[in-house]
């Protein structure tokens, strides 16, 4: 209703404007549902001054029949939206009221969906794959329990190598590596020639001794770079995830640790694509702010041979204990390919060129994580595991 | 490799700091793993504080006996003369002293301040070698040479405090197992002229060290030279204190001048020495041979040694005195009373020094370095280098000539053909030819033309003798891009022509399986693939099964990790019963990892090399599993409700989560024969004609074994394979949008012992092409039914790819899965 008809109302029928006057202030008044349904019966009901009027202009002179009926009309669509109003306010308040009665303790904790957790050794292998997947390479795999040829001959290894050691290498008993039928009598020994080649001639000393031979747990995963090789023609692209073995046990060496190794074998593969293949895996995996760089070193297997470094992780390069106070941590070696290898594997080292790099992967996961001691992760204390 | 700094600017100018110093080094090939400050903390002020001082005056403490109350006078930079209490006594008035004046802080991290002894004031300290951090412990104070003058500051002549690099030197570098070498590196890398090998030649007396010394090669095939020299007449002491604070920072011990010379130009040059006491060598001959047949040895330590045939002794005419280039005897020694030497300097096979070092279980600074291979060229160098310093430390008269004699001889260092555009291609940046060459001349190779023309002969280049490393042209190349600098070489990637990194299906699979179970609240852990012998015996696996005999490690580390496993089980279980220990309420944990099986038949597959074959063989089985273990409910305890406890239905669920995760359907669940299982809760998995593993509740007994007792373990192990070759392959779009399905439930009572999978078996036949899946939703055994039989409920749901179903249809259906069910199970309708 605006002004005007406001004035008219005044004007022309004060008691239709009395009318309004009180039946929205009763309207306003009203605290409860019942009491507004007493206010509607009261001013708009049938029996209702308002109704009254409205019946009775009939029985009005014929001038002011228009005038009443459209004022009365006006009141009553006026008091019917404000008890209407009033109304909703009324529903909206006791809802209100209502969901405040029903508050929650919200800090309770929510219902306890499931929630495993990855280990962080294949946490991080699979972090270190999908970079190297980005990039267009494979996973190769291969056995852990592998030929002496795999592990060290066909790796540029040197027959007097210490690598090649019992102190260095875990090797199979090989009596127990190969098992006959059934049928076969008794538990009988690994092949004859296995035997023979560690000059165990028999007799009941020489059963009780392991036999040592071409089996051993890899110490490394190269032999799967060699076995690809062997196994495909170039272009190689390849990293080759997985367990290694050597006999060590401190904080930070653990008899069984993992690896991930690479191979990219190629025409016109160069040391400047080695550095910026590492230097892209770094950048991804411990963040494009942190510097790093590569280094000479040396292996037997690559030539030239690197190492490559990333900005201390714990002092950000000013110096710590971590760092031994250099400022860098050693993360990967690296190298482009011995031309020696290509030999073994029956490629055209006059043809290619390739690179080659691996990495600890314990020492990625610790560094990255902050994990003092390599033992922990092989504990499986939940309280460890579920950190991750 | 521990190198002094100041020792190493003795051959090459360096003028930046050791920081610079150590980036340099290790950008060039030699990795500095760290500098080790030693002495007193290098702050400039502090050092300041440290003067060469004479003693004035030295008289009796008024008030102490041990004591002596001394003027020094440091110089007028230091203050003057200072009042200094000292309690050491072998010192005089007049001698040159090492001075630390009031405010300095020492090496121990004492700080010195003025301070009233016994009542007397003492201003400054008179140094002792242990206080300046060159020996252990030292008697009595440092007494100078009367030469160096007063005031100066002491770090002129000794170093108070110094950066030692902690270098690793790669094994095949062994020339820079020495400052000398090291110091090479530092002029090639900075283009810094590198002084002369430092080894001078004394003054010759007496008659000549061959009169004096025979030497036989016995075993050419072990020592490819051995030169002997004679000293006599030197008397055995303590070394100077600079002498003594090389060694110490350099890592050594000073023990006295005799044994601290030889050390000391082992780690200048290399080229490891022995000093024998001429007297107590009989016959005056040495014999470099081959230990005989159960010859022993008493080894400085006092050990007995049996030696064995290939140990390479250095012996007199009748007994062994040395296991050469690692241990010397007893007999043979160099003690106080010795006065001729003979110093032995000598080049033997590496491998074999590596191989009886093993055997003695002894490893030193001499045959660590021997161990890599020396140059024989470094042998007349070290003997004349030591026989100097005998001279010039000990007093000894060096007798005229060397005794030097040649075994097998080393190859002569190859002629290699170089082209500079070989280095380009390999290192993928441009080096200018002349730059290379000056680099390989830099590092002391011979270059030379390689003919005409130029640029197709390159240069032919001759590495020096002690760089046996540079066989190829390709480890020239190595040499040109680490000395040019690596972090010059731009940073570009491979072609990766017809590369695409994907993971094959086996990958994927195992990876969506650890993905699933972690989505369902197991944790995955990894367990060590060695285990004790009888790991798993407690599993009571049959002595036919292969399973139950483990390949054994022939040295394993421990008695806990001798085989490696058959089965995933043990660690485990281990797992479980390790956090049961620890308090843990609930465990569920998975593991992904191999087995290892023996070969049941054939030989070990040869290694072919050059052979392009797709299916190389393994040379054992070590086929991938997946094992899980439950232990207490899947989800946590929380205040919304008790969750549920675990049972053989759980990990039913976990394997049937792995198949439904995988895409695969189709699965068999046959009763479990498994001896480690519950008989009545157990169950295989089949798929298709693969028998793909075992699960279901534990047998409480094998819980028990492996230390689990009193609560219901649940496990499963299932070879991946199988998984492999059937999961994540294509889903083809079935169409259930275009019209509705319609559900059907039903109840019927039939024997108890009648198999679910048998009454959906009659339900599915029964049901034809309209029925889609059919489900129990419900099972009830109790008052409700009658004995021995029980109720399951079934919810069939019915589609057409047609037409919208009828209640015709849904309703004949149903007619004829109850008469199905009537006729061949004897159900009747709940």
Same mark, same amino acid.
């Given at each position: 209703?605006?002004?005007?008809?406001?004035?008219?109302?005044?004007?022309?029928?004060?008691?239709?404007?009395?009318?309004?006057?009180?039946?929205?202030?009763?309207?306003?008044?009203?605290?409860?549902?019942?009491?507004?349904?007493?206010?509607?019966?009261?001013?708009?009901?049938?029996?209702?001054?308002?109704?009254?009027?409205?019946?009775?202009?009939?029985?009005?002179?014929?001038?002011?029949?228009?005038?009443?009926?459209?004022?009365?009309?006006?009141?009553?669509?006026?008091?019917?939206?404000?008890?209407?109003?009033?109304?909703?306010?009324?529903?909206?308040?006791?809802?209100?009221?209502?969901?405040?009665?029903?508050?929650?303790?919200?800090?309770?904790?929510?219902?306890?969906?499931?929630?495993?957790?990855?280990?962080?050794?294949?946490?991080?292998?699979?972090?270190?794959?999908?970079?190297?997947?980005?990039?267009?390479?494979?996973?190769?795999?291969?056995?852990?329990?592998?030929?002496?040829?795999?592990?060290?001959?066909?790796?540029?290894?040197?027959?007097?190598?210490?690598?090649?050691?019992?102190?260095?290498?875990?090797?199979?008993?090989?009596?127990?590596?190969?098992?006959?039928?059934?049928?076969?009598?008794?538990?009988?020994?690994?092949?004859?020639?296995?035997?023979?080649?560690?000059?165990?001639?028999?007799?009941?000393?020489?059963?009780?001794?392991?036999?040592?031979?071409?089996?051993?747990?890899?110490?490394?995963?190269?032999?799967?770079?060699?076995?690809?090789?062997?196994?495909?023609?170039?272009?190689?692209?390849?990293?080759?995830?997985?367990?290694?073995?050597?006999?060590?046990?401190?904080?930070?060496?653990?008899?069984?640790?993992?690896?991930?190794?690479?191979?990219?074998?190629?025409?016109?593969?160069?040391?400047?694509?080695?550095?910026?293949?590492?230097?892209?895996?770094?950048?991804?995996?411990?963040?494009?702010?942190?510097?790093?760089?590569?280094?000479?070193?040396?292996?037997?297997?690559?030539?030239?041979?690197?190492?490559?470094?990333?900005?201390?992780?714990?002092?950000?390069?000013?110096?710590?204990?971590?760092?031994?106070?250099?400022?860098?941590?050693?993360?990967?070696?690296?190298?482009?390919?011995?031309?020696?290898?290509?030999?073994?594997?029956?490629?055209?080292?006059?043809?290619?060129?390739?690179?080659?790099?691996?990495?600890?992967?314990?020492?990625?996961?610790?560094?990255?994580?902050?994990?003092?001691?390599?033992?922990?992760?092989?504990?499986?204390?939940?309280?460890?595991?579920?950190?991750? | 490799?521990?190198?002094?700094?100041?020792?190493?600017?003795?051959?090459?100018?360096?003028?930046?700091?050791?920081?610079?110093?150590?980036?340099?080094?290790?950008?060039?090939?030699?990795?500095?793993?760290?500098?080790?400050?030693?002495?007193?903390?290098?702050?400039?002020?502090?050092?300041?504080?440290?003067?060469?001082?004479?003693?004035?005056?030295?008289?009796?403490?008024?008030?102490?006996?041990?004591?002596?109350?001394?003027?020094?006078?440091?110089?007028?930079?230091?203050?003057?003369?200072?009042?200094?209490?000292?309690?050491?006594?072998?010192?005089?008035?007049?001698?040159?002293?090492?001075?630390?004046?009031?405010?300095?802080?020492?090496?121990?991290?004492?700080?010195?301040?003025?301070?009233?002894?016994?009542?007397?004031?003492?201003?400054?300290?008179?140094?002792?070698?242990?206080?300046?951090?060159?020996?252990?412990?030292?008697?009595?104070?440092?007494?100078?040479?009367?030469?160096?003058?007063?005031?100066?500051?002491?770090?002129?002549?000794?170093?108070?405090?110094?950066?030692?690099?902690?270098?690793?030197?790669?094994?095949?570098?062994?020339?820079?197992?020495?400052?000398?070498?090291?110091?090479?590196?530092?002029?090639?890398?900075?283009?810094?002229?590198?002084?002369?090998?430092?080894?001078?030649?004394?003054?010759?007396?007496?008659?000549?060290?061959?009169?004096?010394?025979?030497?036989?090669?016995?075993?050419?095939?072990?020592?490819?030279?051995?030169?002997?020299?004679?000293?006599?007449?030197?008397?055995?002491?303590?070394?100077?204190?600079?002498?003594?604070?090389?060694?110490?920072?350099?890592?050594?011990?000073?023990?006295?001048?005799?044994?601290?010379?030889?050390?000391?130009?082992?780690?200048?040059?290399?080229?490891?020495?022995?000093?024998?006491?001429?007297?107590?060598?009989?016959?005056?001959?040495?014999?470099?041979?081959?230990?005989?047949?159960?010859?022993?040895?008493?080894?400085?330590?006092?050990?007995?040694?049996?030696?064995?045939?290939?140990?390479?002794?250095?012996?007199?005419?009748?007994?062994?005195?040395?296991?050469?280039?690692?241990?010397?005897?007893?007999?043979?020694?160099?003690?106080?009373?010795?006065?001729?030497?003979?110093?032995?300097?000598?080049?033997?096979?590496?491998?074999?020094?590596?191989?009886?070092?093993?055997?003695?279980?002894?490893?030193?600074?001499?045959?660590?370095?021997?161990?890599?291979?020396?140059?024989?060229?470094?042998?007349?160098?070290?003997?004349?280098?030591?026989?100097?310093?005998?001279?010039?430390?000990?007093?000894?008269?060096?007798?005229?000539?060397?005794?030097?004699?040649?075994?097998?001889?080393?190859?002569?260092?190859?002629?290699?053909?170089?082209?500079?555009?070989?280095?380009?291609?390999?290192? &993928? *940046?441009? $080096?200018? /030819?002349?730059?290379?060459?000056?680099? #390989?001349? +830099?590092?002391?190779?011979?270059? =030379?033309?390689? !003919?005409?023309?130029?640029?197709?002969? &390159? *240069?032919? $280049?001759? /590495?020096?003798?002690?760089?046996?490393? #540079?066989? +190829?042209?390709?480890?020239?190349? =190595?040499?040109? !891009?680490?000395?040019?600098?690596?972090?010059? *070489?731009?940073?570009?990637?491979?072609?990766?022509?017809?590369?695409?990194?994907?993971?094959?299906?086996?990958?994927?699979?195992?990876?969506?399986?650890?993905?699933?179970?972690?989505?369902?609240?197991?944790?995955?852990?990894?367990?060590?693939?060695?285990?004790?012998?009888?790991?798993?015996?407690?599993?009571?696996?049959?002595?036919?099964?292969?399973?139950?005999?483990?390949?054994?490690?022939?040295?394993?580390?421990?008695?806990?990790?001798?085989?490696?496993?058959?089965?995933?089980?043990?660690?485990?279980?281990?797992?479980?019963?390790?956090?049961?220990?620890?308090?843990?309420?609930?465990?569920?944990?998975?593991?992904?990892?191999?087995?290892?099986?023996?070969?049941?038949?054939?030989?070990?597959?040869?290694?072919?090399?050059?052979?392009?074959?797709?299916?190389?063989?393994?040379?054992?089985?070590?086929?991938?599993?997946?094992?899980?273990?439950?232990?207490?409910?899947?989800?946590?305890?929380?205040?919304?409700?008790?969750?549920?406890?675990?049972?053989?239905?759980?990990?039913?669920?976990?394997?049937?989560?792995?198949?439904?995760?995988?895409?695969?359907?189709?699965?068999?669940?046959?009763?479990?024969?498994?001896?480690?299982?519950?008989?009545?809760?157990?169950?295989?998995?089949?798929?298709?004609?693969?028998?793909?593993?075992?699960?279901?509740?534990?047998?409480?007994?094998?819980?028990?074994?492996?230390?689990?007792?009193?609560?219901?373990?649940?496990?499963?192990?299932?070879?991946?394979?199988?998984?492999?070759?059937?999961?994540?392959?294509?889903?083809?779009?079935?169409?259930?949008?275009?019209?509705?399905?319609?559900?059907?439930?039903?109840?019927?009572?039939?024997?108890?012992?009648?198999?679910?999978?048998?009454?959906?078996?009659?339900?599915?036949?029964?049901?034809?092409?309209?029925?889609?899946?059919?489900?129990?939703?419900?099972?009830?055994?109790?008052?409700?039914?009658?004995?021995?039989?029980?109720?399951?409920?079934?919810?069939?749901?019915?589609?057409?790819?047609?037409?919208?179903?009828?209640?015709?249809?849904?309703?004949?259906?149903?007619?004829?899965?109850?008469?199905?069910?009537?006729?061949?199970?004897?159900?009747?309708?709940?």
């Amino acid at each position: 209703m605006d002004d005007a008809q406001l004035h008219d109302l005044q004007e022309r029928t004060p008691e239709l404007a009395a009318l309004l006057a009180e039946g929205s202030a009763a309207a306003a008044a009203a605290a409860e549902p019942d009491a507004l349904e007493q206010v509607r019966v009261r001013f708009l009901g049938r029996k209702s001054r308002l109704t009254e009027i409205l019946r009775s202009i009939s029985s009005l002179p014929a001038a002011e029949r228009p005038v009443v009926g459209k004022l009365g009309n006006v009141v009553r669509v006026e008091l019917e939206r404000l008890v209407a109003a009033r109304e909703d306010e009324l529903r909206g308040a006791s809802l209100a009221a209502a969901l405040t009665a029903e508050r929650l303790d919200i800090t309770l904790p929510g219902v306890p969906l499931p929630r495993g957790h990855r280990h962080l050794i294949s946490r991080t292998i699979r972090e270190v794959e999908d970079i190297f997947l980005g990039m267009g390479y494979k996973v190769a795999e291969g056995p852990e329990i592998e030929l002496d040829y795999y592990n060290f001959t066909a790796l540029n290894t040197p027959d007097d190598h210490p690598a090649r050691s019992v102190d260095d290498t875990f090797f199979i008993d090989q009596r127990t590596a190969i098992r006959r039928a059934a049928g076969d009598a008794g538990a009988s020994p690994a092949g004859a020639a296995a035997v023979s080649a560690a000059g165990s001639p028999g007799g009941d000393a020489a059963a009780s001794a392991p036999v040592v031979g071409d089996l051993l747990l890899r110490t490394q995963t190269s032999p799967v770079q060699v076995r690809t090789m062997e196994s495909q023609e170039p272009p190689v692209y390849i990293i080759c995830p997985g367990k290694v073995y050597r006999p060590d046990l401190d904080a930070t060496h653990t008899p069984m640790f993992h690896q991930v190794e690479g191979l990219a074998v190629d025409r016109g593969i160069t040391l400047a694509d080695l550095k910026g293949t590492l230097h892209q895996f770094a950048r991804e995996f411990f963040g494009a702010d942190r510097a790093i760089r590569l280094r000479p070193h040396f292996f037997p297997f690559t030539e030239p041979s690197v190492e490559l470094d990333v900005q201390c992780l714990l002092c950000g390069g000013t110096g710590c204990r971590s760092c031994k106070y250099s400022g860098w941590l050693e993360i990967l070696g690296a190298g482009m390919v011995d031309p020696n290898l290509y030999g073994f594997v029956g490629y055209d080292s006059g043809e290619l060129q390739g690179f080659a790099f691996g990495m600890g992967v314990e020492r990625m996961a610790m560094l990255k994580h902050g994990v003092p001691d390599a033992r922990a992760l092989f504990d499986n204390d939940l309280r460890f595991l579920e950190q991750f | 490799m521990r190198v002094p700094v100041s020792w190493l600017r003795e051959y090459v100018a360096w003028d930046r700091s050791a920081e610079e110093l150590a980036e340099l080094l290790s950008m060039s090939g030699s990795e500095v793993e760290g500098i080790d400050w030693v002495g007193a903390p290098h702050d400039p002020d502090n050092l300041a504080l440290f003067r060469v001082g004479r003693v004035l005056t030295k008289e009796r403490h008024p008030n102490a006996d041990k004591l002596w109350l001394c003027t020094v006078d440091v110089g007028p930079g230091g203050g003057g003369v200072h009042q200094i209490v000292c309690g050491a006594q072998n010192f005089a008035a007049g001698d040159t002293v090492a001075v630390s004046l009031a405010g300095a802080t020492l090496e121990n991290g004492l700080k010195l301040r003025k301070a009233n002894l016994r009542g007397v004031e003492s201003d400054g300290m008179m140094l002792s070698e242990q206080e300046l951090g060159f020996e252990q412990t030292s008697p009595g104070i440092v007494v100078l040479p009367a030469g160096w003058p007063v005031g100066a500051p002491l770090t002129d002549y000794l170093p108070v405090s110094e950066p030692v690099l902690e270098i690793e030197v790669t094994p095949n570098r062994p020339d820079c197992l020495s400052v000398y070498g090291v110091a090479r590196e530092v002029a090639a890398a900075a283009k810094l002229p590198l002084v002369p090998a430092p080894v001078g030649e004394p003054p010759a007396t007496g008659g000549p060290a061959g009169a004096a010394i025979a030497v036989e090669i016995a075993d050419p095939d072990l020592c490819a030279r051995y030169g002997a020299r004679v000293i006599r007449g030197v008397s055995v002491g303590a070394s100077p204190a600079w002498l003594k604070a090389r060694l110490t920072h350099a890592g050594m011990r000073p023990i006295n001048n005799v044994v601290d010379v030889t050390n000391y130009v082992m780690l200048a040059l290399g080229q490891p020495l022995h000093g024998f006491d001429a007297a107590k060598i009989r016959g005056a001959k040495l014999i470099v041979r081959r230990a005989r047949p159960d010859e022993h040895i008493v080894t400085l330590d006092g050990i007995d040694r049996a030696l064995r045939p290939d140990n390479l002794v250095i012996a007199d005419t009748e007994r062994a005195l040395v296991i050469a280039g690692i241990f010397g005897a007893i007999d043979a020694e160099v003690d106080e009373h010795t006065t001729d030497l003979v110093l032995e300097a000598a080049t033997f096979n590496g491998p074999n020094i590596m191989h009886t070092s093993k055997d003695v279980g002894w490893r030193s600074e001499a045959s660590l370095r021997f161990e890599k291979g020396l140059d024989p060229c470094n042998v007349p160098l070290g003997l004349a280098m030591a026989s100097r310093l005998f001279h010039e430390l000990c007093g000894g008269a060096v007798a005229p000539g060397a005794v030097d004699v040649w075994g097998q001889r080393p190859p002569a260092p190859p002629r290699l053909r170089y082209h500079s555009a070989d280095s380009d291609r390999l290192l &993928g *940046l441009v $080096v200018a /030819p002349a730059e290379q060459a000056e680099i #390989l001349r +830099r590092l002391e190779c011979e270059v =030379e033309s390689g !003919g005409e023309p130029a640029a197709n002969a &390159g *240069l032919i $280049v001759t /590495p020096p003798p002690f760089r046996r490393d #540079l066989e +190829r042209s390709v480890d020239l190349i =190595e040499e040109v !891009g680490r000395v040019h600098g690596l972090q010059n *070489l731009p940073e570009t990637l491979p072609l990766r022509r017809e590369a695409s990194g994907l993971l094959t299906r086996d990958q994927q699979v195992r990876r969506r399986v650890a993905d699933t179970l972690t989505g369902a609240g197991l944790d995955e852990v990894v367990a060590y693939s060695f285990v004790a012998a009888d790991a798993g015996t407690a599993l009571g696996l049959a002595g036919d099964d292969r399973r139950a005999a483990p390949i054994a490690l022939a040295n394993p580390m421990s008695a806990e990790q001798a085989v490696v496993r058959t089965t995933l089980l043990p660690g485990l279980l281990a797992v479980v019963a390790g956090n049961l220990a620890r308090q843990a309420e609930r465990v569920a944990v998975f593991e992904l990892g191999r087995a290892y099986l023996p070969r049941v038949t054939g030989d070990l597959p040869a290694p072919a090399p050059g052979r392009k074959d797709a299916a190389q063989p393994w040379p054992l089985d070590e086929p991938e599993m997946l094992a899980v273990a439950l232990c207490g409910p899947l989800s946590g305890q929380s205040w919304t409700g008790a969750p549920r406890p675990t049972d053989f239905f759980t990990i039913k669920g976990c394997v049937e989560l792995v198949l439904a995760g995988l895409g695969i359907a189709g699965a068999v669940f046959e009763r479990s024969h498994e001896p480690y299982l519950h008989p009545g809760k157990a169950a295989d998995l089949l798929l298709g004609d693969d028998r793909v593993g075992g699960f279901g509740l534990l047998r409480p007994d094998v819980a028990a074994r492996y230390g689990i007792a009193d609560r219901d373990v649940c496990v499963a192990e299932l070879s991946v394979a199988p998984l492999a070759t059937r999961g994540l392959s294509i889903a083809l779009f079935e169409d259930l949008l275009t019209f509705p399905l319609a559900g059907q439930d039903l109840a019927v009572v039939l024997d108890a012992d009648v198999p679910a999978a048998q009454m959906l078996e009659v339900v599915r036949r029964a049901g034809g092409r309209l029925l889609r899946t059919a489900t129990v939703f419900d099972v009830y055994e109790g008052d409700q039914v009658p004995p021995g039989k029980r109720s399951l409920a079934v919810r069939l749901v019915l589609r057409s790819a047609e037409r919208t179903l009828t209640e015709k249809d849904i309703g004949g259906v149903r007619r004829k899965v109850l008469a199905a069910l009537e006729r061949e199970l004897g159900a009747a309708l709940r």
